[in-house]
């Protein structure tokens, strides 16, 4: 008599438990050759073009060349691994960025791409030979964190955003955009992009839906409506210590007014509004400020709300600034409209998962700059907690594998 490996007598719900551990040790394996970079005591510092995102970029080139993938650059910064010919005509794109927000989390985009190589991978172990090229995307400045431009790369490729004014934006160092990416950005590459005859974008989810749908993989519908306004309050400074109360123009205090009025308009209208970032002239504990620079982050179900929120939270600032002596001007950064992904795709991808539940985000992404020009759709991997933007930003790693088992399928049906 001769005797078998475990694994030939293993009975099926045993070879699929194994693999299912082999699924988990490999996403584990290639998720801690990231993990470390740009992680600091408060989270990530992981800016775009900075040494930690460029690590991670040429992780991302050398993870092409183990798989035989082509890499370009579009000239505007983002990557392209190509299993086929590049930008071939009915190609299928996915992946996300490496960027993130000051002490940000580790999930929020290069799960995308950790994701999208680990799919290439099981296809592979399924035999699929692929009948269209399909390409992992690492997109540059996705969160907007040093340049202030969300989605920049993105926004470059489909030409949202001039080239020209892309390279003059500056990081908090004084950096310009051009001078970190080593050229001028090439800019629109519509004749590419439009080769395209798909995107799909793997994200952590930003929320906790999924928990409550018991689901580990979910497929977006929408993105809403979303923007950043600077306002910049301008008073009088002066001496703290011998300046009367009744004689100063303080423009802290319409700085602080409007983000209670902010916090208020949002709630009455069922939107969001954030005040997070400030920066203030001179910065001294002992003198008035002459200047308070504040960001204002609206998002809303729909464009009209977000409208009347943007326009109700300026109206009271005003109001403010005449009463304080003050005065405020505002200047929109960024705006992004409201974005319907491809219906028929997101059903598609649905049924491809076996009735995968469809919903939702507030959150913005490249996948929604693209959705202009290309069928796009998302998936998200359930977040236990819904925290993003934070170090506490987790996923459990069996989601995580059951979202590129997710993706394998997805890209495998398109």
Same mark, same amino acid.
């Given at each position: ?28 394996? =290639?998720?801690?050759? #990231?993990?470390?970079? *740009? ?24 993870? &092409? ?36 927000? +000051? ?12 994701? !999208?190589? =680990? ?8 035999? $699929?030979?692929?009948? /269209? ?18 989605? =920049? ?16 934006? /500056? ?10 990416? *080593? ?20 994200? #952590?989810?930003?929320?906790?839906? =999924? ?5 580990? $993989?979910? $497929?977006?519908?929408?993105?809403? +409506?979303? *923007? ?20 100063? %123009? ?5 700085? !602080?007014?409007? @983000? ?6 949002? /709630?009455?209208?069922? &939107? ?14 002992? !003198?008035? +400020? ?10 809303? &179900? ?27 001007? @505002?200047? !929109? ?29 507030? &959150?913005?992404?490249?996948?929604? @700059? ?23 930003? %987790?996923?459990? %790693? ?5 979202? $590129? ?7 495998? *049906?398109?």
């Amino acid at each position: 008599m001769t005797s078998s490996s475990p694994r030939a007598s293993s009975s099926p719900r045993a070879i699929d438990e194994l693999r299912a551990i082999d699924e988990l040790r490999a996403f584990d394996e =290639l998720w801690e050759q #990231i993990a470390p970079i *740009g992680r600091e005591s408060k989270g990530y510092l992981r800016y775009a073009l900075s040494p930690p995102e460029l690590a991670l970029r040429d992780w991302f080139r050398s993870q &092409a060349a183990l798989r035989g993938l082509e890499v370009t650059d579009d000239g505007n910064g983002n990557l392209f691994a190509w299993w086929g010919p590049a930008w071939a005509d009915g190609a299928v794109l996915t992946g996300s960025h490496f960027d993130s927000v +000051p002490h940000g989390g580790g999930y929020d985009g290069p799960l995308g791409i950790v994701s !999208a190589f =680990l799919a290439v991978d099981e296809l592979r172990a399924r035999g $699929v030979t692929p009948a /269209r090229t399909i390409g992992v995307a690492a997109f540059v400045e996705e969160e907007g964190g040093r340049f202030g431009v969300p989605c =920049l790369g993105s926004r470059l490729l489909t030409g949202a955003v001039d080239p020209d004014r892309a390279a003059g934006l /500056r990081d908090a160092g004084g950096t310009t955009f051009g001078e970190a990416l *080593g050229a001028r950005p090439a800019g629109a590459r519509l004749d590419l992009v439009r080769r395209l005859s798909a995107v799909v974008e793997l994200h #952590i989810e930003q929320g906790r839906a =999924l928990v409550g749908m018991h689901a580990a $993989v979910g $497929v977006a519908s929408a993105i809403w +409506p979303h *923007g950043r306004w600077r306002l910049d309050f301008t008073g009088t400074g002066d001496h703290a210590g011998t300046t009367l109360m009744a004689d100063r %123009h303080d423009p802290m205090l319409t700085y !602080a007014y409007t @983000v209670l009025a902010a916090n208020k308009e949002a /709630r009455l209208a069922g &939107a969001h509004a954030t005040m997070a970032r400030v920066l203030v002239e001179p910065n001294a504990t002992n !003198a008035i +400020p002459a200047l308070v620079r504040g960001w204002l982050d609206a998002r809303a &179900a729909d464009t009209p709300t977000l409208d009347r929120l943007v326009e109700a939270i300026m109206k009271r600032a005003t109001e403010r600034a005449g009463r304080d002596g003050t005065s405020v001007a @505002v200047e !929109a950064e960024s705006v992004s409209p409201e974005v319907a992904f491809d219906t028929a795709l997101a059903s598609r991808l649905a049924g491809i998962l076996g009735g995968a539940p469809i919903l939702p985000t507030g &959150a913005g992404h490249d996948a929604g @700059v693209l959705s202009a020009h290309v069928p796009t759709a998302m998936l998200f991997v359930r977040n236990p907690t819904g925290v993003s933007h934070s170090p506490a930003e %987790h996923a459990p %790693h069996e989601d995580c594998v059951a979202g $590129v088992t997710a993706l394998a399928d997805v890209l495998a *049906g398109l």
